[in-house]
């Protein structure tokens, strides 16, 4: 039997370890397979194969006459879209000849353990004016600007901080719509607010998940059943947990 070179190891470790940065970081999963080809081939191994679904990848090269296949999981998945372009950067580079295989591991081994998102007040501030941005779009009034900024900041806060401690995104979804929709019910109650709907349309903007869905759809087109139908699933229960909090809400509470 003929052993794989150590050669051949790092380049298929890098385009493993690109495919799971991206994959993590909310790339469509044509975008990822290419991304891991793309490498492989500007290191010399022209033969290639890749598998993607949303939890695990499967990368097949050919080096030193014999063909070396690795089995990567994927257990969280969130959005950052920096990470995509930064791994882009990197594959471009590398097709390029711009930089070499060490160095390109090296340096997406130093972003798969950075944490490139926005500062987390930051995040609340940006999901609390989303949503009361939203509202206006929705042709909601300017005097319940307010409490959607409010209802919409808190949501978020909320959603963030029960998946920290109970890491369900749909139980942290449901309730955070829950707690939304009885802000939303409160403010019209004390007259801080006028439409409930158009309160709640806009607060719960911020947890549809608008990227799940763009690349479900992206998948299917593309010929990726599995990830395409995958995805679409968790993008209905997604869906059916902030309707089932509101919908409490509206049907016990109000």
Not at 5 to 27: F, Y
Not at 92 to 100: A, T
Not at 179 to 190: E, N, T
Request: glycine residues 10%; neutral net charge; aromatic residues 10%.
């Amino acid at each position: 039997m003929v052993k794989p070179d150590i050669q051949t190891n790092e380049i298929i470790e890098a385009c493993l370890l690109a495919g799971k940065i991206m994959l993590q970081s909310g790339a469509e999963t044509y975008r990822v397979e290419d991304t891991m080809m793309r490498i492989a081939a500007s290191y010399g191994i022209k033969e290639s194969d890749s598998y993607v679904t949303p939890t695990g990848i499967i990368f097949s090269a050919e080096g030193a006459g014999t063909t070396t296949t690795k089995l990567i999981r994927v257990t969280k998945r969130s959005t950052d879209l920096t990470k995509v372009a930064v791994v882009n950067s990197i594959s471009r580079k590398s097709s390029e000849g711009k930089i070499q295989l060490q160095e390109a591991v090296g340096q997406l081994k130093e972003i798969d353990s950075r944490d490139m998102a926005f500062p987390f007040i930051l995040q609340i501030l940006a999901a609390a004016v989303a949503s009361g941005c939203f509202l206006i779009m929705f042709n909601g009034q300017w005097n319940d600007f307010i409490p959607a900024v409010v209802s919409g900041g808190i949501g978020y806060l909320s959603f963030v901080s029960f998946h920290r401690f109970v890491p369900i995104r749909f139980f942290s979804e449901f309730l955070a719509s829950f707690i939304i929709g009885l802000l939303s019910l409160l403010f019209v109650r004390m007259n801080w607010g006028h439409e409930l709907d158009k309160i709640i349309i806009g607060s719960v903007m911020t947890l549809v998940p608008g990227l799940l869905i763009t690349n479900a759809v992206r998948d299917l087109m593309a010929g990726d059943l599995v990830s395409g139908l995958s995805k679409g699933a968790e993008a209905v229960l997604t869906s059916f947990a902030i309707g089932s909090g509101i919908g409490f809400v509206l049907t016990f509470l109000s």
